[in-house]
């Protein structure tokens, strides 16, 4: 995982996308509206496969946790170096099914971001370009949501990345962890009262987040590792504070 701190101005979608509640609660509709719209085939196959209808319950998604390493923290500089998922319900997070890819940058790695992430030039000589392996992540994800941690850098890369090579983006509702922990420990009533006193604020990057539950400590920066982390984080965040049978609208952006 990239280092999530904000950057990007909250409220915006890739590509300048207001982030408005009528695209929140009406992810059908884009869908449908897309599958008439988009001119890539391999796009207008991702949207036909739908999306669960706002008011699906918790315990009835499928879920898919995805992270991504880049090169850097612009979207519209920096590329897409390497891709995790895996597939999940609040039960089960099916780890057979996960993936994991590396990708070829068009420009080298810097010498900041080697050993942020660890992955070396030499890992990359032979690694595909995005574009030879979309299919295969497009199909990883459609249908499911997509749950990460601090969605400005999945949602704008991918929509980045993808344009540049299609011609057109994508997008689809996320749930964001680092969102739903920002909501308690970042907004709330006490939080403020904190800010105003000068005391220190509750982090909530993806490791600390995960202490507040109880959850083992993991190696950071790999993609896989970040996106069974990410799914773990969920699990644990609804089990403590949602109903199982809430519906996915309350989550997803």
Request: proline residues 4%; charged residues 25%; aromatic residues 8%.
């Amino acid at each position: 995982m990239t280092n999530k701190s904000a950057r990007i101005t909250p409220g915006v979608r890739a590509g300048g996308h207001s982030n408005t509640s009528a695209e929140e609660e009406n992810w059908a509709a884009i869908y449908r509206d897309r599958v008439d719209t988009v001119d890539d085939e391999r796009l207008r196959w991702f949207y036909q496969q739908g999306v669960v209808a706002a008011q699906t319950p918790l315990d009835q998604v499928s879920f898919v946790a995805l992270d991504f390493e880049t090169t850097g923290l612009s979207a519209e500089q920096d590329e897409i170096i390497s891709i995790g998922l895996v597939p999940f319900d609040l039960n089960r997070i099916r780890l057979r099914e996960s993936r994991y890819w590396l990708l070829k940058p068009n420009q080298g790695l810097t010498e900041t971001s080697v050993p942020f992430h660890g992955i070396t030039h030499s890992q990359l000589d032979d690694a595909p370009d995005l574009i030879h392996i979309l299919e295969q992540v497009l199909a990883a994800v459609a249908g499911k949501i997509v749950v990460v941690h601090y969605r400005y850098i999945e949602r704008e890369f991918f929509y980045t990345a993808v344009k540049k090579r299609l011609g057109e983006g994508i997008l689809f509702p996320m749930v964001d962890t680092m969102e739903l922990e920002a909501q308690l420990y970042r907004r709330g009533i006490c939080s403020q009262i904190k800010r105003l006193l000068g005391a220190k604020q509750e982090s909530i990057r993806l490791g600390d987040s995960r202490l507040r539950y109880s959850l083992p400590h993991y190696g950071q920066h790999h993609a896989l590792t970040d996106a069974i982390a990410t799914a773990e984080l969920l699990q644990a965040q609804i089990q403590h504070r949602y109903s199982p049978s809430a519906p996915i609208s309350d989550l997803w952006i």
